[in-house]
T-cell receptor, first 113, second 116 residues
Framework: QQQVKQSPQSLIVQKGGISIINCAYE??????FPWYQQFPGKGPALLIA?????SEKKEGRFTISFNKSAKQFSLHIMDSQPGDSATYFC????????????FGTGTRLLVSP | NAGVTQTPKFRVLKTGQSMTLLCAQD?????MYWYRQDPGMGLRLIHY???????AKGEVPDGYNVSRLKKQNFLLGLESAAPSQTSVYFC???????????????FGQGTRLTVV
């Protein structure tokens, strides 16, 4: 059962454009929402993360927007660059038990030159 | 400082064969994890370890076993491989549980396993 739904599955953006990836969750017992970036042949790496008591977090060109009432959060990449071409995963952490992360299905982003 | 190293990087197995995937980290991390990554499924936790000599089941543990005899190594075993275990396997490690805020997890480069 997929508890974190991610869209789109793939995305093509022109250099300098804005890339937007959306995630929605069902379980209200999530309390931490990280995004991971994965380049081909590499393992995922933490990109940026947010807690639900904050509506927005920005780090450089990367911004997470969080809508707690709608149970949705999104990643915005401003001024997208070819070097941003990668697969992006959203995740949500359960706040019970081992507090494991539930990952979205991933979005393959291609930024064209 | 190599970080997290997985061995092997690629492997093809026949149904019913066994194999062990090795994960080694040189960062003195307590926590280690094995994930599998399948198209359209994201990352799913197979097993994890919170310290030397301890292991626990994750979301999809069936068909796998693990051991953490040394702090720096975390082994994932397939006793009788099945085609459903065709996947990319990632090992990760962290100082404490990386599922908490601001705790970085470091992933290996992955092992692509095909079971025919």
């Amino acid at each position: 059962q997929q508890q974190v739904k991610q869209s789109p599955q793939s995305l093509i953006v022109q250099k300098g454009g804005i890339s937007i990836i959306n995630c929605a969750y069902e379980n209200t017992a999530f309390d931490y929402f990280p995004w991971y970036q994965q380049f081909p042949g590499k393992g995922p790496a933490l990109l940026i993360a947010i807690r639900p008591d904050v509506s927005e977090k920005k780090e450089g060109r990367f911004t997470i927007s969080f809508n707690k009432s709608a149970k949705q959060f999104s990643l915005h990449i401003m001024d997208s660059q070819p070097g941003d071409s990668a697969t992006y995963f959203c995740a949500a952490r359960r706040n019970t038990g081992f507090q494991k992360l539930v990952f979205g299905t991933g979005t393959r982003l291609l930024v064209s030159p | 400082n190599a970080g997290v190293t997985q061995t092997p990087k690629f492997r093809v197995l026949k149904t019913g064969q066994s194999m062990t995937l090795l994960c080694a980290q040189d960062m003195n991390h307590e926590y280690m994890y094995w994930y599998r990554q399948d198209p359209g499924m994201g990352l799913r936790l197979i097993h994890y370890s919170v310290g030397e000599g301890t292991t626990a089941k994750g979301e999809v543990p069936d068909g796998y076993n693990v051991s953490r005899l040394k702090k720096q190594n975390f082994l994932l075993g397939l006793e009788s491989a099945a085609p459903s275990q065709t996947s990319v396997y990632f090992c990760a490690s962290s100082y404490s549980t990386f599922h908490r805020m601001n705790t970085e997890a470091f992933f290996g480069q992955g092992t692509r396993l095909t079971v025919v």
